[in-house]
């Protein structure tokens, strides 16, 4: 469990990014990885008075406060309008209702876990992010970057405009961490997908068809750990992009 | 730092460190129904109600519910003690660890899903490990409970 000498509620994103230049202090979003860990921190900042728990449909696009619950986004109608189920297919295996009450969708985002459900999802819908200082950026970028100091704000979901993409992911046990994640989407040249759980944070793989994504995946790196080998995952790469797409293709269930 | 919220109904006031979990603060209070069982986020123990939706009080700070109600088992003992008797019919309250946060996350199941099927029932109560039953006795429980409240498919 971490300490902290102070706690301070934001009264704006500016003073949440101040706050937030001294390394000796956090950002808190649901507390509940912040809590695994034992650090000493001097003030931990609170986002929760800035609005930012609130799923808005803006134009052609749906934007996720930072603070948005994974339950939120689990069941939001909005959300469930656009992208039918993918949505609940990416939070619903997340340890349980009253985790996903507390985790907040940009705690998940900003850390950028390599086994996160979210961010494997997010990554192939063309998302933006918005950082106090950075503004928008998107989130295939942020993805990649080294974390820095800047403040998580919105993220930004465009419409689906080429079909709903797919969520797929295994895990050992129910509520467990994912042994590998996989969400394809349409894009207006081809596929984009991501893969999760691999080595690293998740992965953007681009390609024209189904093949071309499975032989990107096959280069990848993948980790062996207590929850699956290299090999074991590198095949369910294949096995989860191959039922992806064909339910992308129309509806088939592998 | 001063916290103020609605606990179980009642208005209060405390004094509270800035890393105060709302667990350890609810502990404090008396309210020992909520234990922590896992330390890791993972086994629903410690479930309390913030603003009525069900929460891991270990990893809330206590100073996230300034302003807000939270419930406690100790808040809900009727109906607490109503679905207990239902847990104890079918053999399922076993040593009763796990109890009260299985207890308060059913009762926020029957509030939230409208006549739940065993599927939605098992998804919803995933978030809540039981270290000596294999679960049937609860899901037997859970679903008397619900028949003879008129909500069960």
């Given amino acids: ?254 | 730092m001063k916290l103020t919220l609605t606990l179980n109904g009642v208005r209060r006031t405390d004094e509270v460190a800035a890393d105060t979990t709302l667990f350890s603060y609810l502990r404090d209070r008396g309210c020992l129904s909520v234990k922590c069982g896992c330390e890791t986020s993972n086994c629903g123990l410690c479930t309390v109600w913030l603003e009525g939706k069900p929460v891991l009080s270990c990893s809330v700070p206590a100073l996230r519910a300034q302003g807000k109600s939270v419930t406690t088992l100790e808040g809900l003992q009727e109906e607490a003690a109503q679905f207990g008797a239902y847990l104890a019919d079918e053999g399922a309250e076993q040593c009763g660890y796990c109890s009260p946060g299985f207890v308060m996350n059913v009762l926020s199941m029957v509030r939230e899903l409208d006549n739940p099927t065993d599927e939605e029932i098992k998804e919803y109560l995933a978030g809540n490990l039981c270290r000596c039953t294999g679960y049937q006795g609860q899901l037997r429980a859970i679903r008397r409970y619900l028949q003879e409240k008129g909500g069960a498919k």
Avoid at chain 1, 102 to 109: D, I, K
Avoid at chain 1, 149 to 155: G, K, M, N
Avoid at chain 1, 227 to 243: E, F, I, M, P, S
């Fill in chain 1, 1 to 254: 469990m971490y300490t902290a000498r102070n706690y301070v509620v934001a009264a704006s994103p500016e003073e949440a990014w101040e706050l937030n230049q001294k390394k000796a202090n956090a950002i808190l979003g649901g507390g509940c990885w912040l809590r695994l860990g034992r650090r000493r921190y001097d003030t931990l900042i609170d986002l929760s008075g800035l609005s930012l728990d609130e799923i808005r449909l803006e134009g052609d696009t749906i934007s996720l406060g930072a603070m948005v619950t994974l339950r939120q986004v689990e069941t939001s109608p909005l959300l469930r309008e656009s992208f039918g189920d993918y949505f609940s297919r990416c939070t619903r295996h997340i340890v349980g209702v009253q985790f996903r009450n507390c985790a907040t969708v940009g705690g998940s985002v900003a850390a950028r876990f390599g086994f996160s459900d979210p961010v494997t999802a997010l990554l192939p819908l063309g998302c933006q992010v918005e950082l106090v200082k950075a503004g928008r950026i998107p989130l295939e970028q942020y993805a990649a970057m080294p974390y820095d100091r800047d403040v998580l704000t919105h993220i930004h979901i465009p419409l689906p405009k080429y079909g709903r993409p797919v969520y797929e992911s295994v895990r050992n046990t129910q509520t467990d961490l994912p042994v590998l994640t996989c969400a394809v989407a349409r894009e207006e040249n081809g596929l984009a997908a991501a893969l999760g759980g691999r080595s690293g944070r998740p992965s953007l793989l681009r390609g024209a068809d189904r093949d071309g994504l499975v032989e990107q995946a096959m280069k990848l790196s993948y980790v062996d750990n207590l929850r699956a080998g290299a090999d074991y995952r590198r095949h369910l790469a294949k096995v989860l992009l191959n039922r992806a797409c064909a339910q992308l293709e129309g509806g088939e269930q592998l």
